[in-house]
Structures are given as structure tokens and as C-alpha cells.
Nanobody
Framework: QVQLVESGGGLVQPGGSLRLSCAAS????????MGWYRQAPGKQRELVAR???????YSADSVKGRFTISRDNAKNTVYLQMNSLKPEDTAVYYC??????????????????WGQGTQVTVSS
């Protein structure tokens, strides 16, 4: 089994910062794309940022210049540094990853995984 466990959410004032972490664990052979999505109440889930195993990144226009995605391949962990937070950044943030796992007997399987989500609230 593979699990993604997020941490780092919370309540912060406008203009503040938070750092989200997401660690993947289990019978992992390799991880390709890792990313962060968010879903605000009454809205669809949207891509915030993603990063490839080689380090290439993409960020949504709404967070460019404020959020930075990074990863530590040795720890199977992806981070999202969020600065200059705005009330409109309030949402549940979900980690996502494309992971190839070992199923045994030389069998591997690539699947997409989601974390359980972590709440980020930006309010004074």
C-alpha cells in the first residue's frame, strides 16, 4: 500500500506564511509528478502547483510569485511554501502524486494517489 500524509495547514493572518509537507510511504519504486491541489467551499478542485522528478515546476497564475513547490526525492516528500497569503487562498489543500509501487513477484504498478487534505484558513 502507498499513503500520502500531509501536514502544515492551519490558520494564518493575511500576508502570513505557511509551509505544507506531504510524505509518501509504502512499497514505492519511483515517484514522477508530485503536486498540490486545493478546493474551496462550493468550488471545484484546482491545481496549485506541480513538480516533476527532475525538478521542473508549474504554478497556477493565482499563486505565482507567492507559492513555491519543491521536493526531496530521498524523502519522497513534496513541499509547498506559501507566502503573502490572501483570504482567497483559504481551502483544503490536497497532495497528489504519480507513484510506481512494487506489488511483489517482480510486478510493478503505476497509480495516482491523493492525500487526505489539510485545511488552510487565511483570516484576520
Amino acid at each position: 500500500q502507498v499513503q500520502l500524509v500531509e501536514s502544515g495547514g492551519g490558520l494564518v493572518q493575511p500576508g502570513g506564511s505557511l509551509r505544507l509537507s506531504c510524505a509518501a510511504s509504502g512499497s514505492i519504486l519511483s515517484i514522477n509528478t508530485m503536486g498540490w491541489y486545493r478546493q474551496a467551499p462550493g468550488k471545484q478542485r484546482e491545481l496549485v502547483a506541480r513538480i516533476l522528478s527532475v525538478g521542473s515546476t508549474y504554478s497556477a497564475d493565482s499563486v505565482k510569485g507567492r507559492f513555491t513547490i519543491s521536493r526531496d526525492n530521498a524523502k519522497n516528500t513534496v513541499y509547498l511554501q506559501m507566502n503573502s497569503l490572501k483570504p482567497e487562498d483559504t481551502a483544503v489543500y490536497y497532495c497528489n502524486a504519480d507513484i510506481t509501487r512494487v506489488e511483489g513477484m517482480g510486478v510493478t504498478r503505476k497509480s495516482n494517489y491523493w492525500g487526505q487534505g489539510t485545511q488552510v484558513t487565511v483570516s484576520s
